[in-house]
């Protein structure tokens, strides 16, 4: 696969959250198709998803262990202001609660937030699964360490620094080889 072809889909993992984001924005602004872009978003969303989770899957070459770690460092660090938004926005939530009319939605829309991060966590994940499961057959890692580098990597915080730990693990190995 050309490099070309093996950018696309971490890159559209990476930017899909705040692109999302923006087409909201801008679609908010009319009632009438917001509804369709809702919908169709999320199916969007969900294809974006399920192909890099795939990618991330099928992914060859001989040092595709260091490619996915790569993107998979990238791409969570890429997304750390997106966690940070939702936060922030899940704060207010919280907070607005107290006012009667939002005392049932402000639990709602924080559980789905809540998803929104989970979802896109345990898709970029993949990315460092694969390359530690191609890691530890090469016998670039230990299988200890990818066991736990594996756990670590669906775990909020840890996944960020698991990722960098293995990228700058697996590029010293292969800058020795």
Known sequence: MNQKKKRFFPITLAIWPYLYVVLSYVFSAYEELYGMFFWG???????????????????????????????????????????????????????????????????????????????????????????????????????TYAIINIILQFLFIADVISAIVLYIKVRKKRLHS
């Open 41 to 143: 978003g999320m199916v969007l969303t969900l294809v974006v998803y399920i192909s890099n989770i795939i990618y991330a899957c099928i992914c060859k070459g001989e040092d595709s262990y260091y490619h996915l770690a790569f993107w998979n460092m990238l791409i969570k660090l890429i997304h750390i202001p997106f966690y940070l938004g939702v936060f922030l926005v899940g704060a207010v939530f919280l907070l607005v609660a107290v006012v009667p009319i939002f005392t049932f939605m402000a639990p709602l829309m924080i559980l789905f937030l809540f998803f929104v991060d989970v979802f896109l966590m345990i898709t970029s994940s993949m990315y460092g699964v694969s390359a530690l499961v191609r890691a530890s057959k090469k016998q670039v890692v230990s299988k």
